[in-house]
């Protein structure tokens, strides 16, 4: 049995992240993974000749405004992570646009491209620009200031001016607001909105503001790789644990949270497919992982209380993958872009977009499922610099779409939809498709098999909860959420929910409790 002061259940990058901050203020941290390689979606792993990018397509912003520099900054690893910029954010192909829409990098720029290619909408576009960069200057305008209670105290006066692109939209969901603007154009609402599948596949339930910081973000500070690949980070924040005195271990499945009374007192683990069981102590617990997940570790007493909070919240959407290894550049096929959107015709509104998760479970359905496609080969990636070269298709996928079928079936209807996408991709890119030398697919079983998240929930929370508000705290005492479920998905949500853990759990009050309880053990 070893004391530790924190340990951290999981080793996704939220549960680095705040296993690494708790290590760089001089604690000592245990992780335990109970995969065999650590990094959670943030890893690189091989398959025959490739190098495969498990989830990783664009991290958002780095610029003054953006809320995770400072964690960036304190973990000591904000100059010097190899961060590529991908250029244009993306490029949207549509039956109904006359020719692609490419979104540049930068408020003004990305304005004029829209005004441009939607002239008519032109007075809408400018003000949905400047709506997201208005929201985006709040947000970051409250994190800059969030512990400063006296400057709070100062401008009081100002904050109903100061904070108003927050007050109006509060909420409003994207689909509301795109109304306001667009009316009843659809194609604009696809253009700007096409990449809503990196939060859910349901526009008239998300809400404006989560989806106006991110788009901003991306304009304002660009969108940017790991040369490397993910894998690069978490092995920096484990390597960063380590130098401080931690300890991370992989393959240790965690069972149980031990508990003092109405506080963790350290977890119990055994290594997978043993009956070997150890215990550890700490008096604080960072929990990478669903709520649902940790309340079952939890004794029967205390799931409750634990799970109140969250159980009206949905998991969210989660997402299929195809990784094709590519013979030649895809530059020779006429792909130009990093990333692109690929809207099929019978998409011809923004609403239409939720219907896309259930396409997978059609066999028999003409319908081709909305994808996203990025070739790594289009920037300095550090993957696969000889070929094969990585390529990715992505869409919307349900963990339903797999039920009931025995491992034939889910092996046929994989190649099947290979088959499709690829072709697809073939009629934007003639040739590729004659270029692909491996491919593979995961789905939502694959996700909640390797994430162990419900159904296979990629983003933490489906984001259709107004008024519901994200906290790192428990009603656990020293447990803390770290995970994509405390603040959001993506690596920028998982990031930011890290810290707010790591945060809480340094709070002057927090740190005297287990204090207090430490020099009574």
């Given amino acids: 049995m070893r004391s530790f002061d924190a340990i951290a259940i999981g080793s996704g990058l939220g549960g680095l992240t705040a296993a690494a901050l708790f290590a760089r203020a001089g604690h000592k941290v245990l992780v335990l993974e109970r995969n065999h390689n650590f990094g959670g979606a943030a890893t690189v792993y091989r398959h025959g000749q490739l190098a495969i990018e498990a989830s990783l397509h664009e991290i958002d912003g ?3 405004g953006d809320p995770k520099l400072p964690i960036l900054r304190a973990l000591g690893i904000d100059r010097d992570m190899p961060f590529v910029e991908v250029g244009a954010l993306h490029e949207v192909r ?4 006359e020719r692609p829409f490419v979104m540049p990098r930068g408020i003004d720029a990305a304005s004029a491209a829209a005004k441009s290619q939607f002239p008519a909408q032109a007075k809408g576009i400018a003000q949905y620009f400047e709506r997201i960069d208005a929201v985006r200057q709040a947000v970051s305008l409250m994190s800059e200031h969030q512990d400063d209670r006296n400057w709070w105290l100062w401008n009081a006066p100002t904050l109903p001016w100061r904070l108003w692109p927050l007050i109006r939209d509060r909420h409003a969901t994207l689909s509301e607001v795109l109304c306001r603007l667009f009316g009843d154009n659809e194609p604009v609402k696809l253009a700007l909105a096409s990449n809503l599948v990196y939060y859910t596949d349901d ?3 998300m ?23 993910s894998q690069v980070l978490s092995d920096r924040l484990v390597a960063i644990i380590r130098d401080a005195g931690g300890v991370a271990e992989t ?22 497919g043993t009956d070997e069981a150890s215990e550890e102590l700490a008096p604080i617990v960072f929990g990478n992982a669903a709520p649902s997940v940790l309340a079952a570790m939890l004794p029967q007493d205390k799931r409750a209380a634990f799970q109140a909070p969250y ?43 939720r219907e896309a998760g259930a396409l997978l479970g059609e066999d028999s359905s003409g319908r081709l499922t909305p994808y996203g496609f990025v070739a790594y080969d289009q920037i300095d990636s550090g993957l696969n610099e000889h070929p094969p070269h990585l390529a990715s298709l992505v869409g919307v996928d349900r963990i339903e779409n797999w039920a ?17 996408v690829i072709a697809d991709l073939d009629r934007h890119f003639p040739g590729i498709a004659g270029a692909v030398t491996q491919r593979e697919m995961s ?23 107004r008024g519901f508000k994200p906290i790192a705290a428990t009603a656990i005492c020293g447990l803390y959420l770290a995970s994509a479920f405390t603040h959001g998905g993506g690596f920028t949500g998982a990031i930011l929910g890290g810290g707010w853990a790591a945060r809480a759990a340094m709070r002057p009050d927090a740190m005297a409790r287990d204090a207090s309880r430490q020099n009574k053990a």
């Fill in 62 to 64: 780095l610029d003054a």
């Fill in 94 to 97: 549509s039956p109904l646009f």
């Fill in 203 to 205: 526009p008239d339930t």
């Fill in 207 to 229: 809400p404006f503001i989560p989806f106006a910081i991110p788009q901003a973000s991306y304009l304002s500070g660009g969108g940017h790789y790991i040369r490397g690949g």
């Fill in 251 to 272: 393959g240790r499945e965690v069972e149980t949270i031990l508990m003092d009374g109405d506080r963790v007192r350290g977890v119990r683990h055994r290594a997978a």
């Fill in 311 to 353: 159980q009206d919240k949905l998991p969210s959407i989660s997402l299929w993958t195809v990784s094709i290894g590519l013979s030649r550049p895809s530059r020779n096929f006429g792909v130009s872009h990093y990333s692109t959107s690929i809207l099929p015709a019978w998409l011809t509104t923004l609403s239409g977009v």
């Fill in 404 to 420: 009931g079928l025995s491992s034939a079936a889910k092996g046929a209807r994989k190649e099947r939809w290979m088959d499709r």
């Fill in 443 to 465: 789905t939502a079983e694959t996700f909640a098999h390797y994430l162990n998240t419900p159904d296979g929930s990629i983003y933490g929370f489906a984001p259709n909860t």
